[in-house]
C-alpha cells in the first residue's frame, strides 16, 4: 500500500467558520509539527491519540492563523493510519494556506476519496460501507441519510455476509465430496442444499427488492416535464422547485432550452428538466431546446405530461399522450383552479396515473406527491433495514441471484453436485464482490474515484 503521507482540505471549498486539514499517514505528526506549534509547547509527536491542541499554525515561519489540531494515533483514526486534523478559521484563503504549508512541509496531495480508501484497505470499514459514506454525505432527505447510515454500521455487509457463509458451508462439504469421491465422506445431498440456496435466493430478491424502492429516495430520480406551450409547464417547474427559476410568460415558447432543478418532493428527490415541448419548430434557437428536450425524455425514468384543463385537449396534446404510452408517466392536468373544458376520459384512459392541480395556487401538489410514492413504492421503503447504496452493489446482488437460480435448476435437473459447486463458488464471489473482499483493485479504484477529495 502507498505509504506517503497525505493531505487535504476536508471541509467544502466555500468560506465558513471553520476550515479543517486533514493530514494521514506514518509521518503525519511530524509533519504537523513542522506547521503547527502547541501553546503548551510540547511536541504533537509525543501526543497521545484523541487530543485536542490549541497552538499557533506557520508558513515560512510566519503565523498564518491560530488553531485547533487534533491528533489521532494508528489504528485508532479514520484512515487506521496517525491523523492530524487542523481546524483553523474557515477562510478559503486561510484554509489553502494551510495545505500548503502541511504540503510544503513532506505530506502528498490526497487524492479523491483517498482518506477513505486507506480506512477501507487498513481493515476499518468495508467496501460497501465506504460506498455508503459517499451516500451520507450526498443524502438530501432524512430517509436517505438513514439508510446511508445503516449500511455505515455495517448492516448490510453483516446481512450478505450471513448469505455468503450458508453457501460457503455448504461449498465446502460439496468441495470435500467433489475431490475426493471415493473417501468416505458424508454425501451431501441435494435435499441439503436446496433449502440453503432457496433461503439465500430469498433474502437476495428482498435486498433488490429493497434498493429498487429505496432507490428513489437514495439516489433520486430523473423526470421531465413535458407538454405544448403555455400548459403551465414553467409554472409548475416553479411550484416544485419553490423560487421563480423558469421565465414565465404567456407567449408560445418562451422557454428556449432544458431547465434542470433539484426538487425534493415527500422523501424523493427528484432531478426535473422543464422542456421547451416535444413539436417542431422552424426556430433555430427552439429547436435546440426541442431537440435536448426528446434527449432527456428518452433517459426520464418519469415523465410528467402537462395539460392545460381549462381547454378542450388539442392535436399536440394528443400527439403528446402517444409520446407518452411507453413511458412511466404521470399525467398532470393543470389550471384546476378554472372551469374544467379537458376531456378528462381521454386522459384517465391514457395514463395509469393522473393528477388535476393548479399551477399556480399550488392545489394537487400533494395528489402529485403521492402519485410519485406509489409509482416508485417509496412508501414501502424501510430505511432501517439493510439497504444496499449503489448500481455496483446491486449489480453484485443480481449476479449472485442468477447462480444461486442456476445451481437451483441444476440441483432440480439433477446435474451432477460439481456443476453446482460451481454456480455457488460464482454467486460466493460476487457477494465478496460487494464487501470488497474479493474486489479488484480496478472496482476498488473506480469506486474511491467518484468520492470528494478530502474524505
Ligand atoms: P409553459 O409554456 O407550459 O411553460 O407555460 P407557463 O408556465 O409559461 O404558463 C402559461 C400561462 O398559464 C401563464 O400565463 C401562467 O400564469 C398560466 N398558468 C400556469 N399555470 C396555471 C394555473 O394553474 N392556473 C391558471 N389559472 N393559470 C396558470
Redesign the pocket.
Given at each position: 500500500m502507498d505509504n506517503r503521507t497525505i493531505a487535504a482540505i476536508a471541509t467544502p471549498n466555500a468560506p465558513g467558520g471553520i476550515g479543517v486539514i486533514r493530514i494521514s499517514g506514518e509521518n503525519a505528526l511530524e509533519v504537523a509539527d513542522r506547521i503547527f506549534r502547541p501553546v503548551s509547547g510540547k511536541t504533537l509527536s509525543e501526543s497521545k491519540g484523541y487530543r485536542a491542541h490549541f497552538g499557533d499554525v506557520y508558513y515560512n515561519n510566519e503565523k498564518i492563523d491560530e488553531a485547533v489540531c487534533l491528533v489521532f494515533r494508528a489504528p485508532a483514526s479514520y484512515t487506521g493510519e496517525d491523523v492530524a486534523e487542523i481546524s483553523c478559521h474557515g477562510g478559503l484563503f486561510v484554509t489553502k494556506q494551510v495545505l500548503r504549508a502541511a504540503l510544503d512541509a513532506g505530506a502528498a496531495p490526497a487524492e479523491a476519496g483517498e482518506f477513505t480508501k486507506r480506512a477501507f484497505l487498513n481493515g476499518k470499514i468495508d467496501l460497501a460501507a465506504a460506498e455508503s459514506v459517499m451516500s451520507l454525505i450526498g443524502a438530501s432527505g432524512k430517509q436517505a441519510a438513514a439508510a446511508a447510515l445503516n449500511t455505515l454500521d455495517g448492516n448490510l455487509s453483516r446481512e450478505i455476509k450471513g448469505v455468503a457463509d450458508s453457501i460457503i458451508a455448504i461449498c465446502a462439504s460439496l468441495a470435500a465430496w467433489v475431490d475426493y469421491p471415493d473417501d468416505d465422506i458424508e454425501d451431501t445431498s441435494a435435499s441439503d442444499m436446496l433449502p440453503v440456496f432457496e433461503s439465500a435466493q430469498n433474502s437476495l430478491k428482498e435486498i433488490i427488492r429493497r434498493y429498487d424502492c429505496g432507490r428513489a429516495v437514495t439516489d433520486g430520480i430523473d423526470a421531465v416535464i413535458v407538454?405544448r406551450?403555455?400548459?403551465?409547464?414553467?409554472?409548475?417547474m416553479n411550484l416544485l422547485s419553490g423560487f421563480e427559476r423558469?421565465i414565465?410568460?404567456?407567449i408560445?415558447g418562451?422557454?428556449r432550452d432544458v431547465v434542470e432543478e433539484k426538487i425534493v418532493l415527500g422523501e424523493i428527490v427528484m432531478r426535473v428538466a422543464?422542456t421547451a415541448g416535444i413539436r417542431e419548430t422552424e426556430n433555430v434557437v427552439e429547436n435546440i431546446g426541442v431537440n435536448l428536450a426528446k434527449r432527456r425524455l428518452e433517459r426520464a425514468e418519469l415523465v410528467l405530461a402537462?395539460f392545460d384543463g381549462?381547454e378542450p385537449l388539442t392535436d399536440d396534446d394528443i400527439d403528446i399522450i402517444k409520446y407518452c404510452e411507453s413511458k412511466r408517466a404521470i399525467a398532470l392536468l393543470?389550471?384546476?383552479?378554472?372551469p374544467l373544458a379537458a376531456d378528462r376520459k381521454i386522459i384517465e384512459n391514457a395514463f395509469a396515473h393522473s393528477v388535476e392541480?393548479?399551477?399556480?395556487?399550488g392545489e394537487g401538489r400533494g395528489e402529485l406527491e403521492k402519485a410519485v410514492a406509489d409509482i416508485f413504492r417509496t412508501n414501502e421503503f424501510n430505511p432501517n433495514a439493510a439497504c444496499l447504496t449503489s448500481e455496483r452493489q446491486r449489480q453484485c446482488c443480481v449476479n449472485a441471484l442468477a447462480s444461486i437460480e442456476e445451481a437451483i435448476n441444476a440441483i432440480n435437473c439433477g446435474v451432477t453436485l460439481d456443476a453446482v459447486n460451481v454456480c455457488a463458488d460464482c454467486a460466493i464471489d460476487a457477494l465478496l464482490q460487494l464487501t470488497g473482499e474479493k474486489a479488484t483493485s480496478a472496482v476498488v479504484d473506480e469506486v474511491f474515484s467518484r468520492f470528494c477529495v478530502g474524505k
Amino acid at each position: 500500500m502507498d505509504n506517503r503521507t497525505i493531505a487535504a482540505i476536508a471541509t467544502p471549498n466555500a468560506p465558513g467558520g471553520i476550515g479543517v486539514i486533514r493530514i494521514s499517514g506514518e509521518n503525519a505528526l511530524e509533519v504537523a509539527d513542522r506547521i503547527f506549534r502547541p501553546v503548551s509547547g510540547k511536541t504533537l509527536s509525543e501526543s497521545k491519540g484523541y487530543r485536542a491542541h490549541f497552538g499557533d499554525v506557520y508558513y515560512n515561519n510566519e503565523k498564518i492563523d491560530e488553531a485547533v489540531c487534533l491528533v489521532f494515533r494508528a489504528p485508532a483514526s479514520y484512515t487506521g493510519e496517525d491523523v492530524a486534523e487542523i481546524s483553523c478559521h474557515g477562510g478559503l484563503f486561510v484554509t489553502k494556506q494551510v495545505l500548503r504549508a502541511a504540503l510544503d512541509a513532506g505530506a502528498a496531495p490526497a487524492e479523491a476519496g483517498e482518506f477513505t480508501k486507506r480506512a477501507f484497505l487498513n481493515g476499518k470499514i468495508d467496501l460497501a460501507a465506504a460506498e455508503s459514506v459517499m451516500s451520507l454525505i450526498g443524502a438530501s432527505g432524512k430517509q436517505a441519510a438513514a439508510a446511508a447510515l445503516n449500511t455505515l454500521d455495517g448492516n448490510l455487509s453483516r446481512e450478505i455476509k450471513g448469505v455468503a457463509d450458508s453457501i460457503i458451508a455448504i461449498c465446502a462439504s460439496l468441495a470435500a465430496w467433489v475431490d475426493y469421491p471415493d473417501d468416505d465422506i458424508e454425501d451431501t445431498s441435494a435435499s441439503d442444499m436446496l433449502p440453503v440456496f432457496e433461503s439465500a435466493q430469498n433474502s437476495l430478491k428482498e435486498i433488490i427488492r429493497r434498493y429498487d424502492c429505496g432507490r428513489a429516495v437514495t439516489d433520486g430520480i430523473d423526470a421531465v416535464i413535458v407538454g405544448r406551450p403555455n400548459v403551465g409547464k414553467s409554472t409548475l417547474m416553479n411550484l416544485l422547485s419553490g423560487f421563480e427559476r423558469s421565465i414565465v410568460t404567456n407567449i408560445a415558447g418562451t422557454t428556449r432550452d432544458v431547465v434542470e432543478e433539484k426538487i425534493v418532493l415527500g422523501e424523493i428527490v427528484m432531478r426535473v428538466a422543464d422542456t421547451a415541448g416535444i413539436r417542431e419548430t422552424e426556430n433555430v434557437v427552439e429547436n435546440i431546446g426541442v431537440n435536448l428536450a426528446k434527449r432527456r425524455l428518452e433517459r426520464a425514468e418519469l415523465v410528467l405530461a402537462v395539460f392545460d384543463g381549462s381547454e378542450p385537449l388539442t392535436d399536440d396534446d394528443i400527439d403528446i399522450i402517444k409520446y407518452c404510452e411507453s413511458k412511466r408517466a404521470i399525467a398532470l392536468l393543470n389550471k384546476s383552479d378554472l372551469p374544467l373544458a379537458a376531456d378528462r376520459k381521454i386522459i384517465e384512459n391514457a395514463f395509469a396515473h393522473s393528477v388535476e392541480l393548479s399551477a399556480s395556487t399550488g392545489e394537487g401538489r400533494g395528489e402529485l406527491e403521492k402519485a410519485v410514492a406509489d409509482i416508485f413504492r417509496t412508501n414501502e421503503f424501510n430505511p432501517n433495514a439493510a439497504c444496499l447504496t449503489s448500481e455496483r452493489q446491486r449489480q453484485c446482488c443480481v449476479n449472485a441471484l442468477a447462480s444461486i437460480e442456476e445451481a437451483i435448476n441444476a440441483i432440480n435437473c439433477g446435474v451432477t453436485l460439481d456443476a453446482v459447486n460451481v454456480c455457488a463458488d460464482c454467486a460466493i464471489d460476487a457477494l465478496l464482490q460487494l464487501t470488497g473482499e474479493k474486489a479488484t483493485s480496478a472496482v476498488v479504484d473506480e469506486v474511491f474515484s467518484r468520492f470528494c477529495v478530502g474524505k
